[in-house]
Every structure is written in structure tokens, then in C-alpha cells.
């Protein structure tokens, strides 16, 4: 342990977790939380994105690292199922990738009563448009080819749409067997979010966490789809980056060059992006830049968001939220995210912005 404050530790004391840090007296050489007479127990139980699953594995190896005897469960089924189970007092806390809207919010309210909800976007990754066609190395695709794609409106690899794409590579003359989740999704909801906003009139369908397009293959969760898409010659899907494996990923149209999908370009839109309007003090939902058509962004973009209570009855829930959550906004914690995910670390005016907002969990006094 230092004896003199680094300025990741400064920063942690102007910010951060008031019981877990103790006035910022125990921490480690991390700027972190430490055991010690700060050691804290019990068990936090979170559910939702299954977007999250590698970074929530990351960080809870992390934080066990330094609070080896708090437990978080986390169960990955889904954004919409975990804005569910938070919304109906089921967990502590809940992953969602996309934001709460506006009958979700009211319910929250009811959860978490007049000190209302936050929203944390603390994961930030690219969705890949994964794909498996033999003899197909690499693959660049048009926002309006995508979207015809997904809408089975191109339906063999050797259509006209997607050889203009691709002048000069030899694509076979096979069936295209698109693979959508069969759950309600927050991958779902900004995939189709992107295409409403980037394809114009090729993509006919509102955004929704439900896939819009009757027919085709279906898969839960996004390790189903990419099982899915691995599991056959023809077949193209959208999936967290960080499951991608060895799959073919597209690059897709921006402008007038076609990107991959990496960290950076995926930060790049976010910085690009504006925080909603109407909401609570510690509600930093943001609306993404879809439809930019700058150098080097990436579009197709997962803002995945930590959800949960400033206010919780429970003293020790708050007490385990807030240091847990206080790893998980810090340079260790989105660099372990980043590693094990491929995620991009959130920037450090987002790392403030959603200190502020974890600073304030406390324990709902009203008799």
C-alpha cells in the first residue's frame, strides 16, 4: 500500500465510492479499493447483455482481486430480460445495451423511486458482421447491400449488389442464410439502429430489440449466432466483436472507404455521439452517431450501460454497488474489459461523468 496519493487515487478520493474507500484511506497501489479494515462482503446480483459476458468476466476477476469475499453474479440472458428482471426487483443491477425507454423509465421510477435510475455507458465495442463462405477472405459491404442482406431481398453471394462492393473477388454462387438473434436484444435494437439511420430506404423496419424481418435463421444470445454462422457456408450474422473467433468480419461502408471494426474507430463515433435529453442527473444515455459518414469511424457500435438505483434499502447493496461499479469505470477495470473483450476503454470525461453518478449510490432513508 502507498503511503502518499497518486493521482489515480486522488482522483478516486474527489470522486468515488464513499464506504468502500473510507475517506480514501485503504487503497491499493492501484488507486483502488483494498481489502484490509475496508474488506467488504456479500454477494451483488446483476443480468442482462450478453454483449458484456467476456468484459463481466474481466472485471469480476478483477474486483475479486481486491475484494475477494464479494460475489457478483451476473447472468448473461439478454439486455431485454435483464431490463426486466431490474425493472421487476429482480437484481441488483442489470446490463442493457440500449437505453431505458420511455415506459421502461416509468417503471424505473417505481423501482427506484424519486432519486431515479443511472445509466452508465460503460462498454463500448463494435458489433461485427460476422460471415462464413468458403473461399471468401475478406468481404466489404455497403450500408445498402447490408441492409438487403438482412431483409432477404439479396439472397446469393454473387449478387450484383455485393460484387460492386467487392471489384475483383471471386464470390460463389451460393444461397445467403442470414442468422438474427431470437431474443429480444440490445445487439438487435443498434444493429437495426444503424441500418434505419446509415441504409436509408433499403432498410424499412423501425428500430426495435425484436428482429423485424419475418423468415431466416434464428439463434439466442450472441454466442448463438456466431455457433450459427460457424456452423454453416453461406451464412452472415451480427455479433459482439469480442465472440467473433474466426470467423470472416466485414468491413463496412463509411463515407467513401469501408472500415473494420476495431476499438478505436468504435470510440471514435462515441466521442461523436450526444448524451439524451429528459432525463435524471445520472442518467448518461447517449444517442450514436449512425449515419456519420467521417473518416475512420465505425459505426455499427455497441454503448453497452451499467443500470441501477442511486437509492437502494438495502445499506449493503448500495455499499457493494458503488465499489464495484467503482472498479469498473477505472483505467484497471475497461483495461481488463479491453483484453479480454476487444472493448474500447471509455475516455476519461466519461470516467468522471459516470463517477459522479456512482458517488452518489446511497441508502433510501425515506421511513
Known sequence: MRSSTSPSVALACLLGATVALSGCAAVNERGLPSGGENALSGTLVGAGSSAQQAAMQGWRAGFTSIQPEVTVNYDPIGSGGGREQFL?????????DAPLDD???AQAEERC?????????????????VYNVEGVGELNLSPETLAGIFDQQITTWDDPAIAADNPGVELPDLRITPVNRSDESGTTENFVEYLAAAAG???PYEPDGNWPVPGG????GNSGVVGAVRAGNG????ADLSQAGDLGVARIGVGEEFVAPTAEAAAAVVEDSHRLEGRGPYDFAIEIARDTAESGRYPIVLVSYHLGCVEYEDPQTAELLRSFLTYVVSEEGQQAAAQVAGSAPISDALRS???TAVDAITVDTTP
Open 88 to 96: 421487476a426487483g429482480g437484481t441488483d443491477f442489470a446490463g442493457s
Open 217 to 220: 435463421e434464428a439463434a439466442q
Open 201 to 203: 430506404d433499403a432498410w
Open 353 to 355: 461523468q459516470a463517477m
Open 113 to 129: 423511486g424519486t432519486s431515479g435510475v443511472f445509466e452508465l455507458p460503460n462498454y463500448i465495442s463494435p458489433i461485427a458482421v
Open 103 to 105: 415506459e421502461e423509465l
Open 235 to 238: 451464412t452472415i450474422g451480427y
